[in-house]
């Protein structure tokens, strides 16, 4: 079962404007991840935010976590065409003892120029 | 280039064949991982091995069986291939288990079976 889920399925938006995607999850974690994916590609760890953590940069990413409401956001601020990805948000449960990441089913980012 | 080397690329195979998908990885990490992505879907388990000489299940681990060779390297079998079984494969590394610093992928193994 997903532990993940993405909302939305899919964003369409205007170069230069900011993306913001959503995470909900159902059990407690150890910490939270996002990834990318490029169409017919790996998929790329973008960043880490840890369950006692509520905000991380990097870059043009911004993550937030809220564990009373399990869930997460990634924002892409003054986005890029070479955005367009899906991105994946990834937990590592509590309950499965840090042993692997649960993944969502993701959200289509595309970024028109 | 440092990474994970999925080998073949693509792959199409009738039903009942077998077939075995490499991966290896260069970066001298403990965990390795098979997932399964399918259409709409995000990536499903299959299995994993937190360290050398160790492997376990994972969500979907029926129809396949995997070893891991030695510290480098983690296959995935398929000993009768099923049309179900239709889908992008992906191998990935960590440094530790769950990927404290993030998960490495491989590019996939697109795998057909008719």
């Known amino acids: 079962s997903q532990q993940g889920e993405e909302d939305p399925q899919a964003l369409s938006i205007q170069e230069g404007e900011n993306a913001t995607m959503n995470c909900s999850y159902k059990?407690?974690?150890?910490?939270l991840q996002w990834y990318r994916q490029n169409s017919g590609r790996g998929l790329v760890h973008l960043i880490l935010?840890?369950?006692?953590?509520r905000e991380k940069h990097s870059g043009r990413l911004r993550v937030t976590l809220d564990t009373s409401k399990k869930s997460s956001s990634l924002l892409i601020t003054a986005s890029r065409a070479a955005d367009t990805a899906s991105y994946f948000c990834?937990?590592?449960?509590?309950?499965?003892?840090?042993?692997?990441?649960?993944f969502g089913e993701g959200t289509q980012l595309t970024v028109n120029p | 280039n440092a990474g994970v080397t999925q080998t073949p690329k693509f792959q199409v195979l009738k039903t009942g064949q077998s077939m075995t998908l490499q991966c290896a990885q260069d970066?001298?990490?403990?965990?390795m991982y098979w997932y399964r992505q399918d259409p709409g879907m995000g990536l499903r388990l299959i299995y994993y091995?937190?360290?050398?000489?160790?492997?376990d299940k994972g969500e979907v681990p029926n129809g396949y069986n995997v070893s891991r060779l030695n510290k480098r390297e983690f296959s995935l079998r398929l000993e009768s291939a099923a049309p179900s079984q239709t889908s992008v494969y992906f191998c990935?590394?960590?440094?530790?288990?769950?990927?404290?610093?993030?998960?490495?992928f491989g590019s996939g193994t697109r795998l057909t079976v008719v």
């Open positions: 990834a937990t590592d449960e509590e309950e499965t003892s840090g042993s692997r990441l649960t």
């Open positions: 091995s937190a360290s050398e000489g160790t492997t």
């Open positions: 059990t407690s974690i150890n910490n």
């Open positions: 970066m001298n990490h403990n965990s």
């Open positions: 935010i840890r369950s006692n953590e």
């Open positions: 990935a590394s960590s440094e530790y288990l769950t990927g404290v610093k993030g998960y490495t």
